[in-house]
């Protein structure tokens, strides 16, 4: 089964970029099975999608977090990468990377999820 692990900086400053990574285990980022999303959670609120990017490197964004989001990948690696540009103590939440699979139209696993803390 495809295991994700989250990974990056806890803490942050505001209008600092949050850089997050995302390495996947047990199947290709690239396989046309998977679509991948990163999703968040501010504490004491529900989930909140950020965005996806496709098994062929096509990239989603949510309307309201558009101008400031930027999903990527790395084939070599097997990562997947979030970057969320100046960033508000509004941006604190649980950062969770998940794999949807296509075929099944089912979410199939996610990871574990990584706090970020922006505070000055």
């Known amino acids: 089964q495809v295991q994700l692990q989250e990974s990056g900086p806890g803490l942050l400053k505001p209008s600092q970029t949050l850089s997050l990574t995302c390495t996947v285990s047990g199947d290709s980022i690239t396989s046309n099975y998977y679509a991948w999303s990163w999703i968040r959670q501010p504490p004491g609120k529900g989930l909140e999608w950020l965005g996806v990017?496709?098994?062929?490197?096509?990239?989603y964004y949510s309307p309201s977090l558009q101008s400031r989001t930027s999903i990527s990948r790395d084939t070599v690696k097997n990562q997947l990468s979030l970057q969320l540009t100046s960033v508000t103590p509004t941006d604190t939440a649980v950062y969770f990377c998940?794999?949807?699979?296509?075929?099944?139209?089912?979410?199939?696993?996610w990871g574990q999820g990584t706090l970020v803390t922006v505070s000055s």
């Open positions: 998940s794999a949807y699979g296509t075929l099944e139209n089912a979410l199939k696993s």
């Open positions: 990017i496709t098994s062929d490197g096509t990239s």
